[in-house]
């Protein structure tokens, strides 16, 4: 996964947006990937100051990930790139 952050001073509450490209696989497994990272985004929603916009980029393979693998990761990733509240 590739996460970006941004503060933007005109936003309420924090926002997430998703690219789930073709390269990590066909359109179920897209789908899966994707509402896994809605799932653990959602968990960590009340973390996340207001006003952050933040991008997930899924990668090839990720699909074949497992939930804690990527649970972990996607922690990581926001604890480094996101100051949490």
Same mark, same amino acid.
């Given at each position: 996964?590739?996460?970006? $952050?941004?503060?933007?001073? !005109?936003?309420?509450?924090? &926002? *997430? !947006? *998703?690219?789930? %490209?073709? +390269?990590?696989? /066909?359109? /179920? @497994?897209?789908?899966? /990937? &994707?509402? &896994?990272?809605? %799932?653990?985004?959602?968990? %960590?929603?009340?973390?996340?100051?207001?006003?952050?916009?933040?991008?997930? #980029? +899924?990668?090839? =393979?990720?699909? @074949?990930? $497992?939930?804690?693998?990527? #649970?972990?990761?996607? $922690?990581?990733?926001?604890? #480094? =790139?996101?100051? &949490? /509240?």
């Amino acid at each position: 996964m590739v996460v970006y $952050s941004v503060n933007s001073a !005109g936003v309420d509450s924090p &926002r *997430f !947006g *998703f690219i789930v %490209a073709k +390269a990590v696989g /066909v359109a /179920v @497994q897209r789908n899966l /990937v &994707r509402r &896994r990272l809605k %799932a653990l985004c959602h968990d %960590a929603l009340g973390t996340i100051p207001t006003g952050t916009e933040i991008v997930i #980029r +899924a990668l090839p =393979g990720s699909a @074949q990930v $497992s939930w804690d693998t990527l #649970r972990e990761e996607i $922690s990581e990733a926001l604890d #480094r =790139g996101v100051e &949490r /509240v």
